[in-house]
């Protein structure tokens, strides 16, 4: 037996079964070199010349390939290649074949950087050892530096670590209208209707883009095992509003949110959708972003925002999500298969209620690999983004009007805003400053293109480039999704201005129930005292009607906030008080429901998202552990049993006679916070765990001119 087989035999007891089968054996003749290898023929060299230089060359080969099987060895990017994506990498090294130089590693630690020498890395983590790949996601045209390290016990092995370098590509866009480009690779099983089905190249596995790979969920819980563990609202004198927001609740666990039950389905958590719409059940990744905004509020008792996972685990390779699933995460293409890119938004959203930092390092990468998507497939040659406004609007008027929607590139700024702030929270300022400067690019774009000075608003173009808010004279266009830059703040004060006051006009937008889909003054609206505006032609929608709200407060429009909040809130309460359900939209003159009935769904964005933050007046900041209180109602009114991050608060305001009495309000929380209070004054309390008890001025009394 060689040396080299001696010692590798002696030393395989400290290596795992699985690598004892693998030990690497080193040549100890030349014949086993392949011939390019082998030093030449000594022909008229003596003998014991020869075997000695052959000695020695065979002796420094051994040494070489012991040094090279001893390292770990990058396999994909190669050191300095230049990648094709230009968000995201993905990394690859691998083991050396076992054998006595290499002892086994516990795991390794990944670091990738911007600074050659690693300083103020973006990426580090420790890995374990049967992971031999890492994804992440990258700032375009810029160089990294990754280094891996080999882990033990006791520590590090930096001797032994590998140092490599890539560069991001540069975004793309891409015009085709190859389905089998853009959609590239449809997962088995899904279904298809109104469009060609897509052939696909090869099965994809679920979540290329999320850690989450399978369902980790037990069964849905039902509302009665998680009802004690949701926030409670006081709002005395209104039990019609507390029985709205239990029915909400009520109906989402019972009617919205189930496992899945096939045996091969594809979802990776609980689903959000109705199990009876449509031949399969359906799921929508818009309508999840907007049943968000207020259970969000119950994530202290069952994560409703996992509903997103699913979303993610269907992410293609090239970065699409599917905008639709059936009942069991199988995908549904129908038309047009793309919903707005909304994740940011609302994972956000959510972020500010929970205080969920580990949550938002989840889905960073995903949402980052769709943006890239959206950057590629749904931009065109001059840098705008388009929709066919199906997705947005089915049957709206302004569908057949438009070719280049302000809604578009407004969505993709809304997640360049969102991704940036996300950037800043998990340590990645390098994208963060890329989203910065997406984020104004973007802004830049709708001024210059959607803005229609002649008539105050922002507006969509059709293909020769005119507004169509009023193609013919007299016959306007105008319709809610223009009110989208104001969300995605990039819409200057002066214009957010006008387009409040054109949300004001009861001539327009300004009618009985909240927001219509189309202004009452536009052609096609089919509201009005003997219509209901259906489907999109002036129907008040929860998703409309709340983007426009949450427009307003992006814009530092409380005020019109709270009052369009407000009537909402007291018009969907008034149509549940008579029909004892909330359906899919409302009339925006009478009040009466429409649609399907059971819709919560987005439904319940009135009577809790509105009766928590507009009605009760909290807002709640979980990161900066901050609650703040704007009073403005004398009944007794507040909120129990609220989580804020670890922390368990109740706050309520006692009766008042009237606006202009002092409020009496009264502080429990098992840990400390800071709460913001205003009504006739502001006042900042630092709350320690315990009940304390507050006094603040009403607000000052009016008098008769």
Request: glycine share 6%.
């Amino acid at each position: 037996m060689s040396a080299q087989t001696l010692r590798a035999t002696s030393d395989n007891h400290r290596l795992p079964a699985t690598k004892r089968a693998v030990m690497l054996q080193l040549p100890t003749k030349a014949s086993t070199k392949p011939s390019s290898l082998l030093p030449p023929k000594p022909s008229r060299m003596p003998a014991p010349i020869s075997m000695v230089r052959s000695g020695v060359f065979l002796l420094l080969l051994s040494l070489q390939l012991v040094a090279e099987a001893q390292n770990i060895k990058i396999v994909a990017p190669s050191d300095g290649a230049t990648l094709d994506s230009p968000l995201t990498a993905s990394l690859r090294w691998t083991y050396p074949a076992i054998n006595p130089a290499f002892h086994p590693t516990a795991g390794v630690r990944l670091e990738v950087s911007q600074h050659e020498d690693l300083s103020h890395p973006v990426i580090s983590l420790d890995l374990p050892e049967n992971q031999t790949a890492y994804r992440l996601a990258a700032a375009p045209q810029t160089k990294y530096f990754w280094r891996v390290t080999p882990l033990e016990s006791t520590g590090p092995r930096p001797n032994d670590a590998i140092l490599a370098k890539f560069i991001t590509g540069t975004p793309q866009i891409n015009t085709t209208d190859d389905d089998r480009i853009r959609y590239k690779n449809p997962r088995r099983g899904a279904h298809w209707t109104e469009m060609r089905p897509v052939e696909f190249d090869e099965d994809e596995p679920l979540s290329p883009w999320f850690d989450r790979k399978a369902m980790l969920d037990g069964g849905m819980p039902t509302y009665d095992q998680i009802k004690d563990r949701l926030p409670v609202p006081i709002f005395d004198g209104h039990p019609d509003a507390i029985e709205a927001y239990n029915y909400c609740w009520r109906t989402l666990l019972s009617v919205w949110m189930f496992a899945p039950d096939a045996p091969d389905h594809e979802a990776v958590a609980n689903i959000c959708g109705i199990k009876a719409w449509g031949v399969w059940g359906s799921t929508m990744v818009f309508d999840t972003a907007f049943i968000n905004h207020f259970a969000r509020y119950g994530n202290q008792a069952y994560p409703f925002v996992t509903a997103f996972d699913n979303c993610y685990a269907r992410q293609h390779e090239n970065g699409f999500i599917c905008r639709e699933t059936d009942k069991n995460n199988r995908e549904v293409y129908s038309g047009f298969p793309v919903n707005p890119p909304l994740f940011a938004w609302a994972e956000w959203e959510s972020y500010r209620i929970t205080g969920n930092k580990e949550r938002l390092k989840l889905v960073f990468l995903p949402i980052v690999k769709q943006y890239q998507w959206f950057m590629t497939f749904q931009r065109r040659a001059n840098g705008l983004y388009w929709t066919n406004g199906l997705q947005e609007a089915d049957d709206s008027p302004r569908n057949r009007l438009m070719h280049s929607a302000v809604s578009a590139t407004s969505y993709q700024a809304l997640a360049a805003l969102h991704l940036a702030k996300i950037a800043r929270v998990i340590g990645r300022d390098d994208l963060a400053e890329f989203f910065d400067t997406e984020h104004r690019t973007l802004g830049k774009l709708v001024n210059d293109h959607y803005w229609d000075e002649a008539h105050g608003i922002y507006n969509d173009l059709d293909a020769n480039d005119h507004f169509i808010t009023e193609l013919e004279p007299g016959s306007l266009c105008k319709h809610v999704h223009m009110f989208w830059p104001l969300l995605a703040g990039i819409a200057p004060p002066d214009r957010a201005d006008r387009m409040v006051k054109e949300l004001n006009n009861p001539a327009s937008f300004n009618r009985r129930n909240g927001v219509p889909s189309l202004s009452a003054d536009s052609a096609g609206y089919t509201g009005g005292a003997n219509g209901t505006g259906q489907y999109w032609c002036g129907a008040v929608w929860p998703s409309g009607e709340l983007m426009v709200q949450e427009s307003l407060r992006a814009t530092g429009h409380d005020q019109a906030w709270r009052h369009l909040a407000e009537k909402y809130f007291n018009a969907e309460l008034e149509v549940f008080n008579k029909e004892h359900t909330i359906k899919e939209n409302l009339s925006p003159d009478t009040p009466v429901g429409a649609g399907m009935a059971e819709f919560v769904g987005w439904g319940g964005v009135a009577p809790v998202a509105n009766l928590i933050e507009a009605v009760i007046g909290l807002n709640i900041d979980a990161p900066n552990n901050t609650i703040t209180w704007h009073i403005t109602h004398t009944e007794r009114h507040g909120l129990k049993n609220f989580q804020l991050g670890t922390t368990k608060v109740d706050l309520t305001c006692d009766k008042r006679t009237s606006a202009s009495d002092p409020c009496q309000i009264t502080i429990n929380s098992t840990g400390d916070f800071t709460l913001k209070l205003i009504a006739g004054e502001t006042k900042e309390v630092k709350v320690t765990a315990g009940e304390q008890q507050i006094a603040l001025a009403g607000e000052p009394k009016t008098t008769s001119p």
